[in-house]
């Protein structure tokens, strides 16, 4: 009965928070929110394709990056209001990215290791053919003389909502996903594709769609994203820095379970931000590797695992 | 009888009068009060690290120098950067929290274009002055009160070329066919684009245009086609390491261009490398006369050298990047003692409708987007140093471009 | 995108321009996909590795010694730093992606250090062999980058023949399919491990000879290698020896011509999309 609870506690969990501007806190404090909430829909939408069926993902920069174009282009060169980019770039990530499981699923062999390298490639494809085309043509798109809606009293503020929002949602398709037979479907395929088959597990469409999901979450992502940054350059997005940040934030938060990743979200961007100052800048970089490496040591199974191992044994 | 001369005695009593009145002066020099704080993010790590670490540098000087003289408006001056690991986001957030929660007093501009856009967005959502040292697309500063202190103008894609071909055709070989080749850069690009434009305007050739992506690593194909289209001259559009690259390359296959340009090369590594000979770039600054004789110039020039040295950088010289950002505070000390406050509409107005004297000379802000005049000059490698050629009054005995 | 008909002394010194860099890339991946098939780990510190034997050479030579020397003393030393870090991380039974978070860990401490000691400033190492070079049927050769290629082969090689043809290889591979039954046949688990761990690690401190012999070296350059060279590796499929220098070549090569035949900065996109076609079509006949 347990888990009946927990998409509530989500809710409501999201409707306190949405007070947080209100309390008149410096506006800082929105922003830095603003970017644990959107690590936090990064992390969890990789990880519903990539954690609960092990399909590694190394390509989820590409779609972050194709929702973060398809709203910059949109507001830019169309004029369309910001809000409604949204779902325009969540749905080409998700096209783009069951074009791609389509073609790719199909075939036999690719697992493990070569859907990762297929996703990574993927990411330089996309980037290449941005940058050489109108879409971004090297010169980057500014998005500076784009009204930001008024959601919030600051547009820092209306950034962290619409963020807030996006991880509510995410949360909650994570946590759905999780406990349906659709998630059983999906860790049965980490534990053993094949077998899965055997038992009936429609693997072809269980992937698609967690794949689609996972694309559409993060092209949203990008959209929300696009603005907050005010100038986009093909450079800065379409690297290998967003796969791998997610993964690490999965990874030491708990790839199981659904808010192992926002645990590691929070805890990484909590991290980077701690050593800012200019006196310890390159010391600081020294230091977050001992933390994390310090944490993984001794939290091999992420964050959370231990956490809800201690709480079980204090039971 | 005194006869209007003093006499040993009062003269001792008149110099001791003197001194005693000059210490209390010095004395009287001493900022006090609470600390002005001055704000801004710098990549300090991260790929952009190699180059933020002169506007560091040049940053720590500029406030040591400052406190020394007095300070700003008689209080001493503090200067808060922090790292923005060379990601716009992180400078973007970083700005709100400068702004919002450390509350400091006034803003300086970070390290490149991304980050400086990021920045000018805070810096308009809460009406802050934003001075800043290396924006490279002016296109893109809408904002009202931001002011550049690298004098590109307002249409760097137009008139850098232009001053670049009037120094060619001035010089013993004028160029007759050229070669483009250049990175997608955000900063370069456009400027290469314009170039193309004005050597067609000109009536140059173009035998060649090649871009290529920023963070290429194999510059030998690129190299060869340079190699087979023969042009008399080859403009680069590089930025940091990509012009070194490309010379290694050419250097591999036996290749050297007749004359060769390279827009925003790191500072060091193009003089160390030998294949570089005559190689022209733009600066703003370099540590020669006669720019050694604006404000500031030759103390600072001295100083930087010093202390770069210390720090154990390649290259101790002052040129743009230096340039600008020392620049950047002495319009920012400009604006505050010119309005005798800390008043961000204030100081903004008073730039507007003054000249500046700078390290450059003095710069005006009235164009278009705040920008002044294009005051990028031609600098050619001559004999392992960079010497300024063009134009003729602010070249330095007798310096000339050299052609092969 | 226009296409110009390039003559064939610019096509092949284009390719073989690309077939140098592929050599790298190959290089620099044959300890990682190594480590990553053989010892089930994603060494991510790889590259922290052969950068910080980039700067040690660099340190070394401006001290007087030849950068070939340097290998000398280099290449043991990192070995027994491989060792030592593949002992602490089974000390620890850390598994492969947690060995992902881990090894970026140790590459944030490295990239600290190396600009705590030699400044976020670019540094290029000045050998005599940069300067020279030779021709070899009218296609010009410069030196470092044939010793990256005579060493990318030669260990290439080399690997490839103890794997296969000594004990010690059979041993390994062995230990890597089905540990259990490995270690009942007499395969000593452990002292492989860090023997493998080590000869990774001393592949790539050779990477960074050649890296600081080709290129010039910049802190934070370490990232930019680790999408192409991941690349390379899994495309040559993980363990093999000979994957990521064919692998590292094809990329290199498809690349070259690209940037010979039209513009440049589509480059990325022939390299990646052939990979993919690669992948797609043929997935368990890579390399």
Avoid at chain 1, 50 to 57: A, D, E, V
Avoid at chain 2, 225 to 236: G, I, L, N, T, Y
Avoid at chain 3, 227 to 236: I, P, S, T
């Amino acid at each position: 009965m347990s888990f009946r609870r927990t998409p509530w506690v989500i809710v409501l969990a999201g409707a306190a928070l949405a007070f947080v501007p209100q309390l008149g806190l410096p506006a800082f404090y929105d922003s830095l929110l603003y970017l644990m909430l959107h690590w936090v829909v990064l992390a969890t939408s990789w990880n519903i394709l990539s954690g609960y069926s092990g399909y590694f993902s190394f390509g989820h920069g590409a779609f972050f990056g194709a929702g973060i174009y398809t709203s910059a282009n949109l507001m830019a060169r169309h004029d369309w209001p910001f809000l409604w980019t949204l779902p325009a770039a969540a749905g080409v990530a998700a096209v783009l990215g069951v074009a791609l499981g389509a073609v790719v699923f199909r075939v036999k062999g690719v697992r493990g290791e070569l859907f990762a390298l297929l996703t990574l490639a993927i990411t330089f494809v996309i980037g290449t053919i941005v940058v050489n085309t109108p879409l971004d043509g090297g010169n980057g798109v500014s998005l500076a003389a784009v009204p930001v809606p008024k959601i919030g009293p600051t547009p820092s503020a209306t950034f962290y909502l619409l963020a807030l929002a996006a991880a509510v949602a995410t949360l909650l398709i994570a946590w759905a996903i999780q406990v349906s037979k659709f998630g059983a479907g999906l860790f049965a395929i980490h534990d053993d594709e094949d077998a899965a088959e055997v038992l009936g597990v429609p693997t072809y469409r269980y992937k698609l769609v967690a794949l689609a999901i996972s694309c559409a979450l993060a092209g949203m992502a990008g959209g929300i994203h696009a603005l907050f940054l005010s100038y986009v350059t093909a450079g800065d997005v379409f690297t290998i820095t967003v796969p791998l940040t997610v993964v690490l934030m999965s990874v030491l938060g708990g790839t199981r379970h659904w808010a192992g990743p926002a645990v590691g979200a929070v805890a990484i961007t909590g991290l980077l931000y701690s050593f800012t100052a200019a006196d310890h800048a390159v010391a600081g970089k020294a230091m977050i590797g001992v933390i994390l490496i310090v944490a993984i040591l001794f939290m091999p199974d992420g964050i959370l695992e231990r956490v809800r191992r201690l709480w079980q044994r204090r039971r | 009888m005194k006869t209007g001369k003093l006499s040993g005695l009062d003269r001792r009593a008149a110099v001791a009068a003197i001194a005693f009145a000059a210490s209390g002066f010095a004395f009287a020099q001493q900022p006090s009060g609470p600390p002005i704080r001055i704000g801004s993010t710098l990549a300090l790590t991260g790929p952009l690290s190699a180059t933020a670490q002169i506007h560091k540098l040049v940053g720590e000087i500029y406030v040591e120098q400052l406190n020394k003289r007095g300070g700003l408006l008689g209080r001493p001056v503090e200067w808060v950067v922090k790292d923005d690991q060379s990601k716009p986001d992180l400078a973007r957030t970083l700005y709100e929290q400068l702004v919002t929660a450390d509350k400091v007093d006034l803003l300086m501009g970070p390290y490149a274009t991304g980050a400086i856009l990021s920045a000018m967005g805070v810096a308009q959502r809460y009406n802050k002055v934003l001075v800043h040292h290396t924006l490279g697309i002016p296109s893109l500063a809408k904002y009202d009160m931001q002011f550049p202190a690298w004098s590109i103008g307002s249409d760097p894609a137009t008139t850098v070329p232009n001053t670049l071909f009037d120094a060619l055709a001035a010089s013993p070989k004028p160029p007759k066919t050229v070669a483009v080749v250049t990175s997608k850069f955000p900063s370069i690009q456009f400027m290469s684009a314009g170039a193309r434009e004005v050597l067609k305007k000109r009536g140059l050739t173009e035998v060649l245009f090649l871009e290529w992506d920023f963070g290429n690593r194999d510059f030998g194909p690129i190299a060869n086609r340079v190699k087979d289209a023969k042009p008399d001259f080859v403009w680069v559009g590089a930025i940091g390491l990509e012009g070194n690259l490309l010379l290694d390359a050419m250097k591999k296959i036996d290749y050297l261009p007749p004359q060769h340009f390279y827009l925003y090369p790191a500072p060091g590594p193009l003089l160390a490398s030998p294949d570089a000979r005559n190689a022209l770039s733009a600066t703003i600054f370099e540590g020669q006369p006669p720019f050694t004789s604006n404000l500031g110039a030759a103390e600072f020039v001295k100083i930087y050298g010093e202390r770069a040295a210390r720090a154990g950088f390649t290259d101790t010289s002052v040129e743009t990047q230096a340039a600008a950002s020392y620049t950047a505070w002495q319009i920012l000390e400009a604006g505050v003692v010119g309005t005798k406050s800390l008043d961000d509409k204030a100081i903004a107005n008073y730039l507007k409708t003054h000249k500046v004297d700078t390290l450059q000379g003095k710069l005006r802000f009235d164009g278009t987007g705040n920008f002044g005049d294009d005051l990028m000059r031609i600098k050619q490698i001559q004999d392992g140093k960079w010497v300024v050629v063009w134009p003729k009054e602010v070249t330095a005995g007798g310096a000339k471009l050299l052609a092969p | 995108m226009n296409f110009t008909l390039p003559s064939l002394s610019l096509l092949s010194q284009s390719i073989l321009s690309g077939i140098f860099v592929g050599a790298l890339y190959g290089l620099m991946g044959l300890g990682l996909s190594l480590s990553w098939g053989l010892l089930r780990l994603i060494n991510l510190a790889h590259f922290a590795f052969a950068f910080l034997a980039a700067y040690l050479c660099y340190q070394l030579s401006t001290m007087g010694m030849d950068p070939l020397l340097t290998m000398v003393v280099i290449v043991p030393a990192f070995f027994a730093l491989g060792a030592g870090l593949h002992w602490v991380m089974v000390r620890f039974r850390v598994m492969p992606f947690n060995s992902l978070l881990l090894t970026f860990g140790l590459t944030g401490i490295a990239e600290s250090v190396i600009q705590s000691i030699w400044t976020a400033d670019f540094r290029k190492l000045e050998s005599s062999y940069a300067q020279q070079k030779f021709k070899l049927a009218g296609l010009f050769v410069p030196v470092p980058e044939l010793i990256t290629l005579v060493l990318a082969v030669g260990l290439t090689f080399a690997v490839w023949a103890v794997l296969r043809y000594t004990d010690l290889g059979r041993a390994m591979r062995a230990a890597a399919q089905d540990a259990p039954v490995a270690a009942a046949f007499g395969v000593n688990q452990k002292a492989l491990g860090l023997a493998l761990a080590g000869t990774c690690a001393a592949l790539a401190s050779v990477a960074g000879v050649c890296l600081a012999l080709s290129f010039t070296l910049a802190p934070s350059q370490m990232y930019a290698w680790v999408g192409v060279v991941f690349a390379a590796v899994m495309l040559g499929g993980l363990g093999s020896a000979l994957g990521p220098l064919v692998a590292g070549t094809v990329i290199g090569i498809s690349e070259a011509i690209t940037m010979a035949v039209t513009a440049p900065s589509w480059a990325p996109i022939v390299s990646f999309t052939l990979l993919i076609v690669i992948l797609v079509l043929r997935p368990g006949k890579t390399a």
